[in-house]
C-alpha cells in the first residue's frame, strides 16, 4: 500500500490511510498557522493605524479578540466532531478560517450593539462618544469610527472580554440579535 505522501494524485491530509488522530495533528498545525497569520496581519494594520495614524482602533481590537475566540472555540470543539466534519476540515483551510472570521464579524456586530446601546447595564462597557451635528456629516461618521472609545479602563477590559465571548460563542451574538428582535416587535404591536 502507498503512503499518502507517496502519491501525489491525493493530498496526504485526505488520504483513505489518515487516521482521526492524524488529522486532529493537521487541524491543529493549520489552527495555528492561520491564528499566528492572521493575528500577523491585523497587528500590522492595527500597528500602520496607531503609529501613522495615531489612532487606536477599537474596531480592529474588537474583531482580533473574536478572531481569537473563534480560534480557542474550534479548537476546544475539534476533538468532539464527528469524522466526516473532521475530514472536510482536515481538507479545506477555508472552512477551518471560517469560524473564527464569524467571530470576528460577530465581536464587531457586538461591538455596535454595544455603541448602539441596545445591549448596556454594568456588565457591559459603555462609551465616550462624539456629538454628531444636525444634520450628521460625513466628518461625524470619520469621528465615530476615529474619536469613540470605551468611557474607562474597566469599560475597555469589558469590551474585550465580550468580543472574546462573542468570538467563540457562535451562538451569543445571534441571540442578542433575536431578543433585540423580539424586544423591538414587541413594542411595535402595542397599538
Known amino acids: 500500500m502507498l503512503s499518502p505522501v507517496a502519491n501525489p494524485?491525493?493530498?496526504?491530509?485526505?488520504?483513505?490511510?489518515?487516521?482521526?488522530?492524524?488529522?486532529?495533528?493537521?487541524?491543529?498545525?493549520?489552527?495555528?498557522?492561520?491564528?499566528?497569520?492572521?493575528?500577523?496581519?491585523l497587528g500590522i494594520i492595527f500597528a500602520l493605524t496607531l503609529v501613522l495614524g495615531r489612532r487606536f482602533m477599537v474596531s480592529w481590537a474588537c474583531f482580533a479578540t473574536g478572531l481569537i475566540g473563534?480560534?480557542?472555540?474550534?479548537?476546544?470543539?475539534?476533538?468532539?466532531?464527528?469524522?466526516?466534519?473532521?475530514?472536510?476540515?482536515?481538507?479545506?483551510?477555508?472552512?477551518?478560517?471560517?469560524?473564527?472570521v464569524y467571530g470576528g464579524?460577530?465581536?464587531?456586530?457586538?461591538?455596535?450593539t454595544f455603541l448602539s446601546r441596545i445591549v448596556e447595564g454594568p456588565l457591559f462597557p459603555?462609551?465616550?462618544?462624539?456629538?454628531?451635528?444636525?444634520?450628521?456629516?460625513t466628518e461625524?461618521?470619520?469621528?465615530?469610527?476615529?474619536?469613540?472609545?470605551p468611557a474607562s479602563a474597566m469599560d475597555f477590559g469589558k469590551l474585550i472580554f465580550w468580543s472574546f465571548v462573542a468570538g467563540f460563542s457562535e451562538r451569543?451574538?445571534?441571540q442578542i440579535i433575536s431578543t433585540a428582535q423580539k424586544n423591538n416587535s414587541g413594542a411595535g404591536d402595542s397599538c
Open 70 to 100: 473563534g480560534f480557542v472555540s474550534i479548537q476546544q470543539r475539534i476533538k468532539n466532531v464527528s469524522d466526516e466534519e473532521l475530514e472536510l476540515l482536515s481538507r479545506s483551510w477555508f472552512q477551518i478560517l471560517l469560524i473564527p
Open 140 to 149: 461625524d461618521m470619520k469621528n465615530l469610527f476615529m474619536s469613540t472609545y
Open 126 to 137: 459603555a462609551f465616550s462618544l462624539p456629538v454628531f451635528a444636525n444634520p450628521p456629516s
Open 172 to 174: 451569543f451574538v445571534p
Open 9 to 41: 494524485g491525493i493530498p496526504a491530509d485526505s488520504a483513505p490511510g489518515v487516521t482521526r488522530c492524524e488529522r486532529l495533528l493537521i487541524i491543529t498545525r493549520r489552527l495555528i498557522l492561520m491564528t499566528v497569520g492572521a493575528l500577523g496581519l
Open 105 to 112: 464579524i460577530f465581536a464587531l456586530v457586538l461591538y455596535l
